[in-house]
């Protein structure tokens, strides 16, 4: 499984009508409203690297109301509980 998140700088006055869009898409998961230098993020999970080209490129950035994307493809997960085990590592009471 391929996982993106995809950060987007959207028109301000669309960008509900935008994230109900990007949750509709076949491969996004999720769709947050952010703060910060972007409006929004779409975690993206597919199978393969040419899905991946098609939720971005052919989809997203055809989509009224995207002005911007930055694609951050993940390469490794970590859940809470990996983190909680990786930093008891060495440390004994």
């Known amino acids: 499984m391929i996982t993106a998140i995809v950060l987007i700088q959207g028109e301000?006055?669309?960008?509900?009508?935008?994230?109900?869009a990007?949750?509709?898409v076949?491969?996004?998961a999720e769709v947050y409203s952010v703060?910060?230098?972007y409006d929004l993020v779409a975690?993206?999970?597919?199978?393969e690297h040419e899905e991946l080209a098609?939720?971005?490129t052919?989809?997203?950035?055809?989509?009224?109301?995207i002005v911007r994307t930055n694609t951050l493809i993940a390469f490794k997960s970590y859940s809470r509980r990996d983190l909680e085990r990786m930093?008891?590592?060495g440390l004994e009471g």
Do not use: F, Q
Not at 58 to 65: P, Q, T, V
């Open 43 to 47: 975690i993206v999970r597919v199978k």
């Open 22 to 24: 990007l949750a509709e």
């Open 54 to 56: 098609d939720v971005v």
């Open 87 to 89: 930093w008891e590592i």
């Open 58 to 65: 052919k989809s997203m950035l055809k989509m009224d109301g």
């Open 35 to 37: 703060a910060g230098d």
């Open 12 to 20: 301000r006055d669309r960008l509900p009508e935008t994230a109900e």
């Open 26 to 28: 076949p491969g996004v």
